[in-house]
């Protein structure tokens, strides 16, 4: 509403009076928020012979009277969850399916897959995290890992775990490794921005993952400190906040 009346008050603006011209205009206005029928449009050319300027004031009182309908809709009697157990959709479940994805994590750092139900063959997820959130550490000298599997995927560093025999295995193959890593797409990426909150998670809380994992804390790069920046823009990005 605030859109279209803030769309008529830009093309009376224009001091067009010509009601065809005039709504031609506020369709334009509108076009990256509506996609408003050129037929129906003329159905209203045909009832309205008057001024835009008046056709104008009229449309913005019938939104006034929609707006008042609505709040006194909202603020009245009406009974929130009685609406709610009859949809269709239960937006908690919907909002939590959507968290829990197909159930599946990422054989590296054990981000849920994001993408729902069981018909995809690939598990996906749009941001991993370093593995070390998920007590993958260096045998060697017990520090958690810092590497986030999207940059290990990219570099020819290998691996060894329980599912590899403990022998060790190029990260850039890692799909070789058994139907469960097949079954993941884990796509290179060895960006400073790549899961950056995730990473600031890690300098942030390192002490604490590896007392919790009864680890050593992992070796943070040094161009990870300065991260800070890179965070609100990708978590803008990855979660549309
Ligand atoms: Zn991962
Ligand atoms: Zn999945």
């Known amino acids: 509403m605030r859109k279209t009346k803030s769309a008529l008050e830009q093309a009376m603006a224009t001091k067009k009076e010509n009601v065809p011209e005039f709504l031609t205009e506020v369709r334009d206005i509108l076009k990256d928020d509506f996609v408003i029928d050129k037929g129906s449009l003329e159905i209203v050319l045909f009832q309205n012979a008057t001024k835009a300027s008046e056709f104008a004031k009229d449309v913005v009182a019938a939104l006034d009277d929609v707006e008042q309908n609505l709040i006194s809709g909202f603020n009245g009697d009406c009974d929130i969850k009685e609406i709610l157990s009859h949809l269709t959709v239960q937006p908690d479940k919907e ?3 959507q968290v829990l994805g197909c ?3 990422c054989p590296f750092c054990g981000v849920p897959c994001e993408r729902g139900g069981s018909g995809h063959k690939q598990h996906f997820s749009e941001t991993h995290r370093p593995k070390g959130l ?3 550490h260096y045998d060697f000298n017990e520090k958690l890992v810092a590497t986030v ?3 290990s995927v990219a570099c020819d560093a290998s691996f060894c775990c329980t599912e590899t025999h403990d022998k060790f295995h190029p990260y850039k193959d890692y799909r070789s490794v058994n139907d469960y890593f097949v079954s993941w797409d884990i796509p290179p990426d060895t960006s400073i921005q790549a899961a950056s909150y995730w990473k600031y998670v890690l300098c942030t809380f ?3 993952f590896a007392e919790a994992y009864n680890a050593k804390e ?3 790069p ?3 400190k300065t991260i800070q920046r890179e965070i609100k ?3 803008k990005k990855t979660y549309n906040m």
């Open 134 to 136: 998920k007590y993958y």
């Open 218 to 220: 992992a070796d943070i």
């Open 149 to 151: 599997c999207t940059s």
């Open 95 to 97: 909002i939590f399916r």
């Open 206 to 208: 390192n002490k604490e």
């Open 233 to 235: 823009a990708e978590i």
């Open 103 to 105: 159930g599946k994590m």
């Open 222 to 224: 040094d161009d990870w």
